[in-house]
């Protein structure tokens, strides 16, 4: 059973930045594809960003491109996403989440298997 905490999140200014992490546990993730999700109030869960198990394949949702980098430490069993110029439309909970199959990147929720249990990212003046 893979276990996922995330942390990082917080309240920032707009054009301000944060990192997220996604922490594993229970099985080593190197075999794990994997998405960060958000979900603001009152709308549906929004895929972001994903990565394959190998690290060298990732997506982006249109909204986050060239803002947001995913990315991996296996060594470190965590995953990482680095949010830079938010804006206040990217106010959310963030989740992520893992995939057995680890050569999968896409932003299906019931394609992923394993979720954390979200952390607050607020960007207000």
């Known amino acids: 059973q893979l276990q996922l905490v995330e942390s990082g999140g917080g309240l920032v200014q707009p054009g301000g930045s944060l990192r997220l992490s996604c922490k594993a546990s229970?099985?080593?993730?190197?075999?794990?594809?994997f998405g960060w999700f958000r979900q603001a109030p009152g709308k549906e869960r929004e895929g972001i960003s994903c990565?394959?198990?190998?690290?060298?394949?990732?997506n982006y949702v249109d909204s986050v491109k060239g803002r947001f980098t995913i990315s991996r430490d296996n060594a470190a069993n965590t995953v990482y996403l680095q949010m830079n110029n938010l804006k206040p439309e990217d106010t959310a909970v963030y989740y992520c989440?893992?995939?057995?199959?680890?050569?999968?990147?896409?932003?299906?929720?019931?394609?992923?298997?394993?979720w954390g249990q979200g952390t607050q990212v607020t960007v207000s003046s």
């Open positions: 990565i394959k198990s190998s690290g060298g394949i990732t």
């Open positions: 229970g099985l080593p993730l190197e075999y794990y594809a």
């Open positions: 989440a893992a995939s057995r199959v680890g050569s999968s990147c896409h932003f299906k929720p019931l394609g992923y298997d394993y």
